[in-house]
């Protein structure tokens, strides 16, 4: 059974790219939307404040760091994450599979799930595709993923078809479990009862997998579907052509997610494919190592060329930062480790991506994306420093 808080309206279209409304128990999002990551239950170096001053409707939440500290059923006493963290408007948990697969040695994968040890502690966990619904049902974020197994990029068909396999046999697993969670046939706490469930496509770079994983996920039947395993190393017109072929033989009527990507000129390109959803650690990871993102290309704000430059990072933009502050400041304060150079780097580039979104919706509703995304590629270059 279908939840009757949560629903997709396609508002408007130009080629495959779609404008539409994500309707959730915590509001409205429009899509195409990027949700900035909050891996333990904050964006890092931001206040929700901050997040609502760049423009973001919804974030994502990490599943494993939360699950480990402070724990789910800690959470969901304090109310679940929104109240926990004073964020009321949407959110979406990821299942926790993709942090533990990347534990590697501290691992090991089986039918039933996988067995981890903690990176805090060396305790022993498992992560089963129940688990992962329930530990998400607990969070209560307005849509929670399937555990999926996410291989390595370069794998072979062979193990590509068995990871995809293994993902279809635990999607229904997930699937049954969510039914027994909204019927209240589990001793689980689930602290939101309008909470979708989405549905993650395997098979790696091979077209045949990916259509099969497609098929098969969508007879299972989910509130929405994602795209998995891409972004994780391989060339990217190989993620384009994956994006290209998969989103098609998603419903129509349901919202499409490409987990984990990517760079703003991604953002462009699987928009043009018909992707409604993203995430990506890359504006706030790059922000906190000194790299910002302007229309132009990247900017390394330590670079000694901007010590005495008075301008701000991007003239066109309308962020805080750069309505505030010259590059000259930012470099100070990253060069002399300022914890407020973490924020103010953060501010900027969520505000691009964000922004970028929202001349994206605009331009399907015009009916002028085509000349958005020729615009977009003639002026940003994702190998392009700017001076
Ligand atoms: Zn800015």
Same mark, same amino acid.
């Given at each position: ?17 779609? @404008? ?12 195409? !939307?990027?949700?900035? $990551? ?36 800690? $959470? ?25 697969? =990347? ?14 040890? =903690? ?46 396999? @293994? ?10 479990? $969510? ?11 689930? &602290? ?50 994956? !994006? ?98 973490? &924020? ?23 009916? =002028? ?19």
């Amino acid at each position: 059974m279908p939840t009757a808080a949560f629903g997709f309206t396609v508002t408007h279209r130009d080629g495959a790219a779609r @404008r539409g409304v994500l309707h959730t128990p915590h509001g409205d999002v429009q899509t195409p !939307v990027f949700m900035p $990551v909050g891996t333990r239950g904050a964006v890092k170096a931001l206040t929700p404040r901050d997040l609502e001053d760049v423009g973001a409707t919804m974030i994502l939440g990490n599943t494993y760091h939360l699950h480990l500290r402070p724990g789910d059923a800690l $959470v969901a006493r304090r109310g679940g994450l929104h109240r926990f963290i004073g964020w009321p408007r949407p959110m979406l948990t990821d299942s926790g599979g993709y942090q533990v697969f =990347s534990l590697g040695a501290r691992r090991t994968i089986s039918e039933a799930g996988v067995v981890f040890r =903690s990176h805090l502690d060396g305790r022993r966990h498992e992560l089963t595709p129940e688990r992962a619904v329930e530990i998400q049902a607990q969070l209560g974020a307005d849509v929670a993923m399937i555990l999926d197994e996410c291989p390595p990029s370069g794998i072979d068909e062979a193990a590509a078809r068995a990871a995809m396999t @293994r993902t279809l046999r635990w999607a229904a697993r997930g699937r049954a479990h $969510v039914e027994r969670v909204r019927a209240h046939d589990t001793a689980i706490l689930a &602290t939101n009862p309008g909470q979708a469930q989405f549905g993650i496509v395997q098979g790696g770079v091979f077209p045949h997998l990916r259509a099969e994983s497609a098929a098969r996920t969508v007879e299972i039947g989910f509130e929405g579907y994602a795209i998995g395993g891409l972004s994780v190393g391989e060339p990217v017109d190989v993620m384009y052509r994956v !994006v290209e072929e998969t989103a098609p033989a998603l419903p129509d009527d349901r919202p499409r997610y490409l987990m984990g990507t990517g760079l703003p000129d991604d953002l462009v390109e699987c928009v043009a494919r018909g992707i409604d959803m993203f995430d990506c650690v890359l504006p706030t990871r790059n922000a906190r190592n000194g790299q910002l993102l302007t229309r132009h290309g990247r900017m390394n704000i330590k670079n000694a060329a901007y010590a005495e430059d008075d301008r701000p990072v991007d003239e066109a933009c309308a962020c805080y930062t750069c309505r505030t502050c010259s590059r000259a400041y930012l470099r100070h304060l990253f060069v002399a480790g300022e914890m407020t150079a973490a &924020t103010l780097n953060s501010i900027h580039n969520l505000h691009f991506y964000l922004d970028t979104m929202r001349r994206i919706r605009e331009a399907i509703e015009f009916g =002028s994306f085509e000349g958005f995304r020729q615009a977009f590629h003639r002026s940003f270059s994702r190998t392009a420093i700017v001076p």
